[in-house]
């Protein structure tokens, strides 16, 4: 049974940090691309970040760029989010994805993050 579970969010102010995390089980972890996305109310879902199976190339959405960081580690079946200097235009449910060759892709339930200003 694939499982992803986000843990982290929270409410934090305006120029806080989080630490966003996704555990991974059910699948062969290290084979998938994992992302990060968010959807706040009235908005589509956007990609935040993404991360190759090996970990060797990441990708930011313009507007996380120097402020957040995607990482994992395929022994712990984990993916990360570090969040920095958070902004209230960061404030969205985000959600962990795993896909495998564009063919097979995977959602968790989401976390929410609130940035108060």
């Known amino acids: 049974q694939v499982q992803l579970v986000e843990s982290g969010g929270g409410l934090v102010q305006s120029g806080g940090s989080l630490r966003l995390s996704c555990a991974a089980s059910?699948?062969?972890?290290?084979?998938?691309?994992m992302s990060w996305y968010r959807q706040a109310p009235g908005k589509e879902r956007e990609l935040v970040a993404a991360?190759?199976?090996?970990?060797?190339?990441?990708n930011y959405a313009d507007s996380v760029k120097g402020r957040f960081t995607i990482s994992r580690d395929n022994y712990k079946n984990t993916v990360y989010l570090q969040m920095n200097k958070l902004k209230p235009e960061d404030t969205a449910l985000y959600y962990c994805?795993?896909?495998?060759?564009?063919?097979?892709?995977?959602w968790g339930q989401g976390t929410q993050v609130t940035v108060s200003s």
């Open positions: 059910g699948f062969t972890f290290s084979m998938y691309r």
């Open positions: 994805n795993a896909t495998w060759n564009q063919l097979l892709t995977y």
């Open positions: 991360i190759s199976s090996t970990g060797g190339s990441t």
